[in-house]
């Protein structure tokens, strides 16, 4: 265990109200026990309160010391625990560090390498640090809590589907079941529409097999749009005899009807698109929008048809259009089409089509049309004798400050970029390192708490913020505050704290030796609202962990006539509003002497 010191070879006091507290300073993990002897600045005989925390910030008590004798030795035991997190890559274990990734050991890491470098709290690593990742990554998670057995992480990734991890793969579905009874299973898969002619092709073999003897011949029957016309290629001529007079004379032709479909086509558009400004949306409609149809698919090309590229899972692929075997299966559908985002849309030059409406659909498909929704202007501009002025406008800033807390907004009329630094008494308070924040996007909302152990009490204290815009103007706010605590704080009818923001106990309401049977005098109490916001539903009880038997704290809203009850709840307190209710102690002829009876109060609001 090491020790924070003064400068003076002391151990650290900080002096508050007239109380005051030590801070230690632990190096390493494990057990440890904290023992209190004489130290210059204490006064024994009072109550302790030991508080642990592995941040300097957020602290929990663990231990109190209440015996308000004459011992000089107060001692606790307790174990600090290590928890950190490494992350491993194909080039090995790295660590988050000062705004980017650092490699710690190519090779498992020791023990050491985890407590000096591990990263304390994953959350905090921002995704864009995350996203420099490629591959296979591994969270490794050390502790030396030696009851710790699992660890859990929650992670967010952004959305994929099955046939995005799968595509072009094979895919085997194997069940298991234990049931002796069961003799198949049903798998159900949703597909894109086919027919049998897409996956056999133009030729294929039905086999027919029966154990019937009886039966010698078989019969398959297909129905099909279909012509025996089908089977020639290339032109041919239709050529028919008659021996109608009129015909033969010439005083009347002869008419042939013949109702087909199309053979598959691929329809690329020869020229780019006429846009003046950026696509917005694309919408394709078709012609029957409810019966049956055959297959239309689309691609787009970004650079006047060199490349295809056709839109799956969220993100452009490329494709070969001419291999039309390929284009029927992974071209976009209009459903994919006309839900493209806008931003996947830039830079769209050209379309092309691909339509079936063979002798295997019932239907023929038709595309009714395209449309481009176009950001453009309406109307051409024209400039004459145009010059450019730059001007810039000093940032501005609106800040409050209330229990200890700073909050409001930095803003740029000129909608820049603008940063800023606090100090606090002439020093440096954030960012610690005495430079500006980064440059951020305004208008920017301010929101810091001011750590009291920073704030000096019951004087003047001056607080600045620096702000500065993108093209460097730089200007300040200030203000000057007198150190207090923050928070709903108790206070005694004479204006002084009975705790302090962590809990910690300044001042006892000291109701002297109580007789049993007996009813204390009354004391005043007021809670004040040092949060810095306003707050309602303020409940306000005894802590039931001090109830005794025999021993009852009663509250009222009024000292005269003090009408007893076991909490009391008011409504919405403004900053540095406050309210008073009253305390006193009933005790039953019965009750067992307690030299040492303390009781504490509580309060919770919510805010507003």
């Not at 929101?447 to 913020?465: A, P, Q, T």
């Not at 709903?488 to 049977?517: C, N, P, R």
């Not at 900053?575 to 309060?603: L, Q, W």
């Amino acid at each position: 265990m090491g020790l924070l010191f003064t400068g003076t070879n002391e151990p650290p006091y900080y002096n508050g109200s007239g109380k005051g507290y030590y801070i230690f300073k632990f190096e390493a993990t494990g057990y440890f026990t904290l023992e209190l002897t004489d130290w210059p600045n204490t006064t024994y005989g009072k109550a302790y309160n030991v508080y642990l925390s592995t941040d300097n910030v957020n602290y929990k008590l663990i231990a109190s010391n209440t015996t308000n004798g004459g011992t000089k030795v107060f001692a606790v035991d307790f174990e600090t625990l290590f928890r950190g997190s490494l992350v491993k890559d194909n080039q090995g274990y790295k660590t988050f560090y000062n705004n980017a990734w650092s490699l710690v050991s190519v090779s498992s890491p020791s023990e050491q390498q985890y407590l000096s470098n591990s990263v304390l709290d994953i959350s905090t690593i921002p995704e864009s640090a995350w996203a420099q990742f490629q591959g296979e990554v591994e969270l490794c998670y050390y502790t030396d809590d030696p009851t710790k057995t699992e660890v859990s992480f929650n992670i967010e990734t952004d959305p994929f589907t099955l046939a995005e991890e799968w595509e072009d793969k094979e895919i085997k579905i194997i069940e298991y079941t234990d049931d002796p009874n069961q003799t198949e299973s049903t798998i159900t898969i949703e597909t894109e529409p086919f027919t049998l002619y897409d996956e056999l092709g133009d030729s294929v073999d039905v086999l027919y097999y029966t154990d019937d003897p009886s039966k010698t011949s078989a019969e398959l029957n297909i129905t099909a749009n279909y012509s025996p016309l089908d089977e020639l290629e290339g032109d041919f001529d239709v050529v028919t005899w008659t021996n109608d007079e009129e015909v033969i004379a010439g005083n009347r032709d002869m008419m042939l009807t013949y109702n087909a479909l199309p053979f598959e086509q691929l329809i690329v558009q020869p020229t780019d698109l006429a846009l003046y400004g950026d696509v917005k949306k694309v919408i394709a409609t078709k012609v029957t929008e409810s019966s049956p149809e055959g297959i239309l698919r689309m691609a787009a090309s970004f650079d006047s048809g060199l490349t295809w590229k056709t839109y799956r899972f969220n993100k452009w692929f490329n494709l070969d259009i001419q291999a039309t075997t390929l284009f029927k299966r992974k071209g976009m559908n209009l459903d994919t089409l006309n839900a493209i985002p806008e931003k996947d849309l830039i830079g769209l030059t050209r379309i092309a089509y691909y339509f079936d409406s063979s002798k295997h659909y019932e239907n023929s498909y038709s595309l009714d049309e395209v449309k481009m929704v176009v950001d453009a202007p309406r109307h051409a501009v024209e400039f004459k004798d145009m010059s450019l002025q730059l001007l810039n406008t000093t940032a501005t800033i609106n800040l409050t400050y209330s229990g200890n807390k700073l909050t409001g907004v930095l803003d740029d009329a000129d909608q820049g970029k603008v940063k800023y630094r606090v100090l606090l008494n002439g020093k440096t308070y954030y960012p610690g390192d005495g430079n500006f924040t980064r440059l951020a996007s305004s208008p920017f909302n301010i929101e810091l708490n001011i750590d009291e152990r920073n704030v000096n009490f019951g004087v003047e204290n001056i607080l600045k913020v620096e702000f500065q815009d993108y093209w460097g103007t730089v200007d300040s706010w200030e203000t000057k505050f007198i150190g207090s605590y923050s928070g709903l704080m108790f206070m005694d009818e004479s204006g002084d704290f009975l705790s302090d923001t962590f809990g910690g106990i300044l001042k006892q309401l000291d109701y002297g030796v109580i007789i049993a049977g007996q009813t204390t005098l009354t004391k005043k109490v007021r809670i004040k609202n040092l949060l810095g916001y306003a707050v309602d539903h303020v409940y306000l009880e005894m802590d039931k962990k001090f109830e005794t038997d025999g021993v009852d704290v009663q509250l009222s809203r009024q000292a005269d006539p003090f009408l007893p009850i076991d909490y009391l709840t008011y409504g919405l307190i403004q900053p540095e509003d406050s309210i008073d209710f009253y305390i006193r102690i009933a005790t039953d002829i019965h009750a067992k002497p307690n030299p040492n009876g303390n009781f504490e109060m509580k309060v919770t609001a919510d805010r507003v």
